[in-house]
């Protein structure tokens, strides 16, 4: 009886340790300053080890294993951690947060490995950072607005079942496409919602997959909403696919309160 009272407790406590949760990741060190300069505009990011930078940027981007970010309010560094790809998508907190002018501030955090870390695990630092020194209180919140349905179109899809195993995105020598100039954008072992949500951080609204198509494609998507085609149109005549307006579900950030930080 009291072997098998030992074997069982033995056991809830192997149990107890292989449902305990991860420690929360954080920085080794990490300073939050305010910006001197508030007319700069907000520049930086995270490099991890996973992270890919066009050869514009890389002069620019941060050491390996850190967030550097400079001149950004709360809300754009906001935006950073949580990889919202859009400050329309934050609400609440005071003003300065997200809309004053003159409260910025820049961030250099460093992981204790640069060699071990990913650019999301670098942003899950980020956040903690921010609760900790901002007092940053929030929740998420779903919302609707107008955004568009992604469907099959009449003659069907013009896709490629995805040879590789990586996943990849570019958009040609530019990182990430700036609004009014041509785009050219080439993946690899892409499935539909992750084209949606991609689609909807660089398009004129939210896009939900409801193509019904399951695989994974590789495929290249070129448009030009001065010259034409529009997105819409190329998503049509390139990949077989069009949108139809629809209400979308998005996902917002909700500030519930945060503090100014004392430097450090």
Request: aromatic residues 6%; glycine residues 10%.
């Amino acid at each position: 009886m009291k072997r098998s009272m030992l074997i069982l407790a033995v056991g809830c406590v192997g149990h107890a340790m292989a449902q305990a949760p991860k420690p929360p990741l954080e920085f080794e060190v990490g300073s939050v300053k305010a910006s001197k300069q508030s007319n700069n505009g907000v520049r930086g990011g995270c490099h991890g080890v996973d992270s890919r930078y066009s050869p514009a940027e890389t002069a620019s981007e941060p050491p390996l294993g850190r967030c550097v970010i400079t001149d950004g309010r709360l809300g754009h560094i906001i935006n950073i951690a949580w990889d919202l790809r859009s400050m329309n998508l934050i609400k609440g907190g005071p003003n300065w947060a997200v809309a004053g002018y003159n409260d910025r501030f820049s961030i250099e955090a460093k992981a204790d490995n640069p060699m071990k870390y990913t650019e999301a695990e670098l942003r899950e630092m980020l956040q903690a950072l921010l609760v900790d020194r901002f007092k940053l209180a929030f929740h998420r919140e779903t919302a609707t607005r107008a955004g568009f349905s992604m469907v099959v179109g009449k003659k069907g899809p013009i896709l490629r079942e995805a040879k590789g195993d990586e996943v990849t995105t570019s958009f040609g020598a530019q990182l990430k496409p700036f609004p009014g100039q041509p785009i050219n954008l080439t993946v690899r072992k892409f499935s539909m919602a992750r084209l949606a949500n991609l689609l909807s951080q660089i398009g004129s609204g939210p896009v939900v997959d409801n193509t019904g198509l399951a695989g994974e494609y590789d495929f290249s998507l070129s448009w030009d909403e001065t010259n034409g085609p529009t997105l819409s149109t190329a998503v049509q005549e390139q990949l077989g696919l069009k949108f139809e307006p629809a209400k979308v579900p998005i996902s917002m950030f909700v500030i519930d309160s945060a503090e100014r930080p004392s430097e450090n």
